[in-house]
């Protein structure tokens, strides 16, 4: 699959450089994967705009939707999350959650517990 093919929504979007949602989309932009960074604070991230996650914005063509919210900030989010119809969403360490892990899996959308971070630096992207 090529990377232009990757499209991203990074949920929990920060322009916080000691966060690893603001290293992911760093590391989305070196490799020139599409993303569209997702948060609740306004702000620009390597050239792309936060969107506000209130909003609920639309967008399309999401192949992966990956994870900085934790568990107890997500649920409000599920329909959301789902409405974006990605092919799969990565649980990145600490937002790990079983229930939308579950309704993931039923949306026949793959469902991994990773570190997104690991999987640009190795490759398995």
């Not at 469902?111 to 992207?125: D, E, H, K, P």
Request: with cysteine.
């Amino acid at each position: 699959m090529n990377k232009q093919d990757k499209k991203t929504v990074i949920l929990g979007a920060s322009t916080n450089p000691m966060r690893y949602a603001y290293r992911a989309a760093e590391m989305f932009s070196e490799r020139e994967i599409p993303f569209v960074p997702v948060g609740i604070k306004k702000g620009e991230v390597f050239g792309e705009e936060i969107l506000d996650l209130r909003e609920r914005p639309s967008i399309s063509g999401v192949h992966t939707v990956t994870l900085y919210l934790g568990p107890q900030n997500q649920k409000e989010w599920y329909d959301y999350i789902l409405s974006l119809q990605p092919q799969r969403i990565i649980f990145n360490p600490g937002t790990e959650n079983q229930e939308l892990f579950d309704l993931a899996k039923a949306n026949n959308i793959d469902a991994c517990r990773a570190c997104n971070l690991v999987m640009l630096s190795t490759g398995q992207f």
